[in-house]
């Protein structure tokens, strides 16, 4: 799996339980060596919860570079703030995270970019 750089897996899911899923994506990315640097996770019918597990994970892949989980109404702010924490830990930069068409309040954003280690929020 060390050879693949960007996956796009959007609009496979449909309206079903979005935790299996996002189970098998995280499982993949946080084995050793894995140097993926593009995800794109649209039209998913994600939620917080799937985000939630899926943050707690992120500093185990520092690759990661660009992050797509646009049209997912079912990710919040609460979604979003999980993303921006976990983003704020890893030691690599983050160059996009796209949440536009998801449930997120731009009025919610109470951070400082910079803290973020995130080039270009998308809403």
Same mark, same amino acid.
């Given at each position: *799996?060390?050879?693949?750089? *960007?996956?796009e897996i959007a609009s496979?899911?449909?309206? *079903?339980?979005?935790?299996?899923?996002?189970?098998?994506?995280?499982?993949?990315?946080?084995?050793?060596?894995?140097?993926?640097? *593009?995800?794109?996770? &649209?039209?998913?019918?994600?939620?917080?919860?799937?985000?939630?597990?899926? &943050?707690?994970?992120?500093?185990?892949?520092?690759?990661?570079?660009?992050?797509?989980?646009?049209?997912?109404?079912?990710?919040?702010?609460?979604?979003?703030?999980?993303?921006?924490?976990?983003?704020?830990?890893?030691?690599?930069?983050?160059?996009?995270?796209?949440?536009?068409?998801?449930?997120?309040?731009?009025?919610?954003?109470?951070?400082?970019?910079? &803290?973020?280690?995130?080039?270009?929020?998308?809403?």
């Amino acid at each position: *799996h060390d050879v693949l750089s *960007h996956l796009e897996i959007a609009s496979v899911l449909g309206n *079903h339980d979005d935790r299996p899923f996002m189970g098998l994506v995280t499982k993949y990315l946080s084995q050793g060596g894995c140097v993926m640097t *593009h995800l794109n996770l &649209s039209k998913n019918s994600l939620t917080d919860d799937s985000i939630g597990e899926f &943050s707690r994970c992120l500093e185990s892949f520092p690759a990661l570079a660009s992050l797509d989980l646009s049209q997912n109404p079912g990710i919040t702010s609460s979604g979003m703030e999980a993303l921006l924490t976990a983003f704020a830990k890893k030691d690599s930069w983050m160059e996009v995270l796209d949440l536009s068409g998801c449930s997120v309040d731009h009025n919610d954003i109470r951070c400082e970019a910079a &803290s973020w280690n995130l080039g270009d929020l998308r809403l």
